[in-house]
Every structure is written in structure tokens, then in C-alpha cells.
């Protein structure tokens, strides 16, 4: 699903006749698709049936207290969580901050490393991205989170990893 929200003024720039080409050459891949809006109205039906927001809050404290246990590991610098998602930051040295060099991909091998466990994961450079569905249960949610662990570890160890 999709929108493009613009203001009167540039909305009204775009307005003519075809032949001037004022059209705004702009739309949204799979805007409208019959499949993506019967999933969406799935998705509002687990929404309600499942009180997918009010079950939230335990599963955001649990994410918080894996993410306090990763603050003591010797390779995460930052992190960063909002509700249920959070970013975990690799660092090169924890003390300095020192980022890992970009080259050595060590966010990309991290996710690779945890795809071979069984979770998709996605990097944003350094940082391990954490997103999990709403729907996600606690031991799902603790078995995502122990694997980014152990693949964190087998990434970072400096005498594996490079």
C-alpha cells in the first residue's frame, strides 16, 4: 500500500494537458494490487483478533534485556532500540568506538552467518538490524536474538573472522 502526499502548490505544478508533460512521472510498484490488499486486511484482522499491540510490551522488555546482555559483548558498541526493533553496532574496539572498516563487511557476514542458523536478518553497514513480525512469540523472539548472539561471536572472533 502506498500514497504520495504533496502540497497544493507542487500538486498544482504538475497540472496540464498531457502533450505539456507536466504529468508527475511518479508511482508505487504493486500500488492497488489485489494480493497486497488482501493481505492487508489479513493483516488488520490479526491486528484485532490477536491484540497484536496490547501483547507488545512484554516482548519489547525482552528484546531490552537481550539487548543488556549484547552491551557487555567486546565487539557491540551502539545500541539502539525503539519498541520492538533495534539496531546492534559493530565495532571494531569497543572502548574507542572504532568502527570495523567497511571493506571487511563484517554487518553482511553477521547476517550470513545467522541465515546458516536459520534467521534473516539485515545489516545497514555495521549494525545489525532487529525487526521481528509484531506477531513474533517469546521463544521465537529468544531464539532470533541467541542466534544474532552466536553469530555476532563467530564473525567477530579475531581469529576466525576477516
Not at 41 to 67: N, V
Not at 104 to 112: A, D, P, S, T
Request: contains cysteine; hydrophobic residues 45%.
Amino acid at each position: 500500500m502506498a500514497a504520495t502526499l504533496a502540497c497544493e502548490r507542487i500538486y498544482s505544478a504538475f497540472l496540464g494537458n498531457y502533450a505539456e508533460l507536466k504529468t508527475f512521472f511518479h508511482g508505487h510498484t504493486f500500488t492497488g494490487n489485489p494480493l497486497a490488499c488482501a493481505v492487508a486486511l489479513k493483516s488488520l484482522d490479526l491486528f484485532e483478533r490477536d491484540q497484536l499491540l496490547a501483547a507488545l510490551q512484554p516482548k519489547i522488555a525482552q528484546l531490552g534485556a537481550w539487548l543488556q546482555r549484547l552491551a557487555d559483548h567486546p565487539r557491540v558498541g551502539d545500541l539502539r532500540q525503539c519498541g520492538l526493533a533495534a539496531g546492534i553496532e559493530l565495532v571494531a574496539d569497543k572502548a574507542t568506538k572504532e568502527p570495523y572498516p567497511w571493506e571487511e563487511k563484517r554487518g553482511i557476514k553477521v547476517c550470513m552467518a545467522a541465515r546458516r542458523r536459520g534467521v534473516f536478518s539485515r545489516p545497514l553497514g555495521n549494525t545489525v538490524v532487529v525487526f521481528p513480525p509484531l506477531a513474533i512469540t517469546a521463544d521465537e523472539l529468544d531464539f532470533l536474538m541467541d542466534t544474532l548472539l552466536q553469530s555476532i561471536d563467530e564473525v567477530t572472533d579475531d581469529k576466525t573472522a576477516g
